[in-house]
C-alpha cells in the first residue's frame, strides 16, 4: 500500500508570494491532517479534514487555509508569504480520524521564504 | 537533510543496550498517545501508541509505559541498534472544540554509538 505523498518535496518562494501544497492520503484513509516543523516551535498542528470538511483548527492566522476533496487528497495554501513561514509542512492521513488511530505520515514539503 | 531540531535533548547510547525515552504530557484528560520515530530528510513514522487505559503496551523491541498519576510517558527500545539512531515524538491526544487533536513533544534525539 502506498503512503502518504506530498508535493513538492521542495519549495522556495519570496516574500508576499502565495503557495499550495498537495498531499494524497493512504488509500481509503478519510482523515487527512496538516502540522509546520520548525527547529524553535517544533511540530505544531494547522488544521484535520475528514470528508471534505475542516474539522479542527490549530493557532495560525488565516493566510493558512486548506481544502480536501472527494477523493480525500488535500491542498494547502499560505497566501501573502512571510519568512516566518519557511518551515517543513507535513501531511498525515488516517482512516477514522485524530484520536481513533495513530496518523500516517508524509515526508513533507520544505518551504524556505527568500 | 535539515535537523528537526537544533537544541533537542540528546540520549547516547552504545549499540546493543537499551534505551529509554521520556516524555512528561501536559492534559491529564489525554485518552491517546503515540510515540513517532523521525529521520533526517523523513516524516515522522509511527512507533507504537497506547490508549489511557491501559498502562503498558509491548511491540517488537518496543515497550511504552503509561503513568497518568504524574502525566509520564516512556518509550523502551530494546537492544538499540544503529538504525534507532532519530528524533524520538511523543504525541497525546486532546479534545478541543468537540474534536481531537495531537499535541506533540519537542523531541529527543537519540544517538547510537557502536
Known amino acids: 500500500k502506498a503512503g502518504v505523498t506530498q508535493t513538492p518535496r521542495y519549495l522556495i518562494k519570496t516574500r508576499g508570494q502565495q503557495v499550495t501544497l498537495s498531499c494524497s492520503p493512504i488509500?481509503?484513509?478519510?482523515?487527512v491532517s496538516w502540522y509546520q516543523q520548525t527547529p524553535g516551535q517544533g511540530l505544531q498542528f494547522l488544521f484535520e479534514?475528514?470528508?471534505?470538511?475542516?474539522?479542527n483548527k490549530g493557532n495560525f492566522p488565516g493566510r493558512f487555509s486548506g481544502r480536501q476533496f472527494s477523493n480525500s487528497r488535500s491542498e494547502m495554501n499560505v497566501s501573502t508569504l512571510e519568512l516566518g513561514d519557511s518551515a517543513l509542512y507535513l501531511c498525515?492521513?488516517?482512516?477514522?480520524?485524530?484520536?481513533?488511530?495513530?496518523?500516517?505520515f508524509g515526508d513533507g514539503t520544505r518551504l524556505s521564504i527568500l | 537533510g535539515e535537523s528537526v531540531g537544533l537544541h533537542l535533548p540528546t540520549l547516547s547510547v552504545q549499540e546493543g543496550d537499551n534505551s529509554i525515552i521520556n516524555c512528561a504530557y501536559s492534559?491529564?484528560?489525554?485518552?491517546?498517545f503515540i510515540w513517532y520515530k523521525q529521520e533526517s530528510g523523513k516524516g515522522p513514522q509511527f512507533i507504537i501508541d497506547?490508549?489511557?487505559?491501559?498502562d503498558k503496551r509491548q511491540g517488537q523491541r518496543v515497550t511504552v509505559l503509561l503513568n497518568k498519576t504524574v502525566k509520564h510517558l516512556s518509550l523502551q527500545i530494546a537492544a538499540t541498534q544503529p538504525g534507532d539512531s532519530a528524533v524520538y515524538f511523543c504525541?497525546?491526544?486532546?479534545?478541543?472544540?468537540?474534536?481531537?487533536?495531537?499535541?506533540f513533544g519537542a523531541g529527543t534525539r537519540l544517538a547510537v554509538h557502536p
Open positions: 498525515a492521513s488516517s482512516l477514522g480520524g485524530v484520536g481513533n488511530q495513530p496518523q500516517h
Open positions: 488509500s481509503g484513509h478519510r482523515s
Open positions: 479534514y475528514f470528508s471534505e470538511t475542516q474539522r
Open positions: 492534559n491529564s484528560a489525554s485518552d491517546y
Open positions: 497506547i490508549r489511557s487505559n491501559m
Open positions: 504525541a497525546e491526544n486532546i479534545i478541543t472544540g468537540g474534536y481531537n487533536k495531537l499535541i
